[in-house]
């Protein structure tokens, strides 16, 4: 989308992370949690922690303790301990580079795997999240607030090697300009044409 190139032209995955793993750890920790405490976080977490063997072998209630800011720490503790279990005993301790077989890893859906493949692997995927879901309905793109549909009709529409980039943008545009409760419509360049604009 021309539009979304303009108002993103330079796209890309606000999660620091120096390996797959991490980058799988880190989005774990992002649900219902800003990239940003997300990067507060896992800045000291791994230091000492940064591998699968790492947090197998931590303990439950110190991983919590580590992750508290995040919210939901003991869900997330527990899904990152359960996910490194199985890296570690199915993949020999290495993320593996195949969406399907992320999709086995426990605590993994669609959207966490759709991310490790595009900015990991340098694959094709479009991860639907709220802010993509969000921006896509807004734009008239999608009808739908099912995240699966939606990266169905989004992956219909746009070719392929468009879908990580796509992803990207609409994530920072959601995040930046066309916020959940106060969208920024006045900077925006959809705003003749969107049907929601409040300009
Ligand atoms: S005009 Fe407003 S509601 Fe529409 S896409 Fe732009 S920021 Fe979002």
Redesign the pocket.
Known sequence: MKGLDIMVPDPKCELEHKTPFELLVAVILSAQCTDKRVNQVTQELFKTHSTPADFVKISQGELEAKIHSCGFYRNKAKAIKEMSADVLTRFGGQVPANFDDLLTLAGVGRKTANVVMAEAFGGDNLAVDTHVLRVSN??GLVSTQDPNKCEEELCKIFPKKRWSRLHYQMVLFGRY??KAMK???EK?V??RE?P???V
């Open positions: 807004r734009l300009t066309c969208p920024e419509c925006c959809f705003n969107c929601h604009s409040r």
